[in-house]
T-cell receptor, first 117, second 109 residues
């Protein structure tokens, strides 16, 4: 399996621009997670989906952030408008289940390093 | 109080020695516990998972869980320079991984 795929790997944009991050989960995984990592706040969960349905978006910082999962193999995280404080590494992860067993393991993609100037 | 507490380090360990990493968590409802390793500039990768009290061994790694004390630890035996990384403790609670800030481990030759 190719693992979790994210694109782009690096994104540099100017304040006010729209940014779209993309993720393809591992085939067969029913759960998809978006995380953000910064030096100050560490690794924090933004939102997660189960079978393409958003389950918990309490970590989404504000209305400028939105996420969608139109099908089982694709998800996007959009920031509009972007601000310098959004600069971070954004990770996508997927898992087969959340059943309290080994199938809970979340596998992370390589991440997208976002820089907002 | 942070939900997941880890010593930030760096934890300096001589090559061949045992590295001991500790983690405490606040949510008693946590059922699954994961240790991830993250190299600088890379994504987290799973090292160990543990679901019940006691010890679990996998190669040079041993995870220990004590739910009554809300404590989970990771031992790395025969530490190698390639073990130099940040280790993230992550209890799973209500469907969400709660990551600690991580412990940086530096293995010195």
């Amino acid at each position: 399996d190719a693992g979790v795929i994210q694109s782009p790997r690096h994104e540099v944009t100017e304040m006010g621009q729209e940014v779209t991050l993309r993720c393809k989960p591992i085939s067969g995984h029913d759960y998809l997670f978006w995380y953000r990592q910064t030096m100050m706040r560490g690794l924090e969960l933004l939102i997660y989906f189960n079978n393409n349905v958003p389950i918990d978006d309490s970590g989404m910082p504000e209305d400028r952030f939105s996420a969608k999962m139109p099908n089982a193999s694709f998800s996007t995280l959009k920031i509009q408008p972007s601000e310098p404080r959004d600069s971070a590494v954004y990770f996508c992860a997927s898992s087969f289940s959340l059943a309290g067993t080994s199938t809970d393991t979340q596998y992370f993609g390589p991440g997208t390093r976002l820089t907002v100037l | 109080q942070k939900e997941v507490e880890q010593n930030s380090g760096p934890l300096s360990v001589p090559e061949g020695a045992i590295a001991s990493l500790n983690c405490t968590y606040s949510d008693r409802g946590s059922q699954s516990f994961f240790w991830y390793r993250q190299y600088s500039g890379k994504s987290p990768e799973l090292i160990m998972s543990i679901y019940s009290n006691g010890d679990k061994e996998d190669g040079r790694f041993t995870a220990q869980l004590n739910k009554a004390s809300q404590y989970v630890s990771l031992l790395i035996r025969d530490s190698q320079p390639s073990d130099s990384a940040t280790y993230l403790c992550a209890p799973l609670s209500w469907g969400k991984l709660q990551f600690g800030a991580g412990t940086q481990v530096v293995v010195t030759p």
